[in-house]
């Protein structure tokens, strides 16, 4: 089944414990993104990566680290979370840019205390 | 930066009846796509319709059409027959054609259907 996996799905850390989410997709897509969302502001663009070793900004970058080593897996990785950072997390991918559908994974809903 | 704006954080329709979900963006771009999404109450993020900005003829997938008004950088979304698995939170997003990376996303508008 063609689908985006996300782990953990819950998540509750305290202050700066360094975490991981993972993201796989088993679609050979190019294209990876993770998203926050959070209550009365949408989901909001954190990275994104266009294929293997490349990565860019999105708009909230700021304390999140992201890498693209493979092509199926582009983990998020939080160095040294706060509680500004408790929200619901998603990973998405698509085949390419443009016109092409993104697929989300199922959520990962992280507490920083 | 782009900007989405969806207007109506909350909106309800007896089932059966039709509902119109408004958005509107702004950007200096001619080349961008838009796209609507669902998220029911399992938070899954479900695409539901997308339009190409220089395509002028209105997006439709079966019960969900939108009106794309591009000169007044519009892009509404009609439900149809509304269902009540029609509840859910709807975002309006945008994407760049110039290289396409980035996805702006609207604030949502939640969907209540009364039976």
């Known amino acids: 089944e063609a689908q985006v996996t996300q782990n953990p799905r819950y998540l509750i850390t305290v202050t700066g414990k360094k975490l991981t989410v993972t993201c796989s997709q088993n679609?050979?897509?190019?294209?990876m993104s993770w998203y926050r969302q959070d209550p009365g502001l949408g989901l909001r663009q954190i990275y994104y990566?266009?294929?293997?070793?490349?990565?860019d900004k999105g708009d909230v970058p700021e304390g999140y680290k992201v890498s693209r080593k493979e092509k199926r897996n582009f983990p998020l990785i939080l160095e040294s979370p706060s509680p500004n950072q408790t929200s619901l997390y998603f990973c998405?991918?698509?085949?390419?840019?443009?016109?092409?559908?993104?697929?989300f994974g199922p959520g990962t809903r992280l507490t920083v205390l | 930066a782009q900007t989405v704006t969806q207007s109506q954080p909350e909106m309800s329709v007896q089932e059966a009846e039709t509902v119109t979900l408004s958005c509107t963006y702004d950007?200096?771009?001619?080349?961008?796509?838009l796209f609507w999404y669902k998220q029911p109450p399992s938070r899954q993020m479900i695409l539901v319709i997308r339009?190409?900005?220089?395509?002028?003829q209105n997006a439709t997938e079966n019960r969900f059409s939108v009106n794309f008004q591009k000169a007044a950088k519009s892009f509404s979304l009609k439900i149809s027959d509304s269902q009540l698995g029609d509840a859910a939170m709807y975002f309006c997003?945008?994407?760049?054609?110039?290289?396409?990376?980035?996805?702006?996303f609207g604030t949502g508008t939640s969907l209540t259907v009364i039976p």
């Open positions: 998405a991918s698509s085949l390419g840019t443009g016109w092409d559908e993104q697929f």
């Open positions: 679609m050979n897509h190019e294209y």
């Open positions: 990566s266009m294929n293997v070793e490349v990565t």
């Open positions: 950007t200096s771009e001619s080349d961008y796509y």
């Open positions: 339009q190409e900005a220089y395509k002028q």
């Open positions: 997003a945008y994407r760049s054609g110039l290289g396409g990376n980035q996805f702006y």
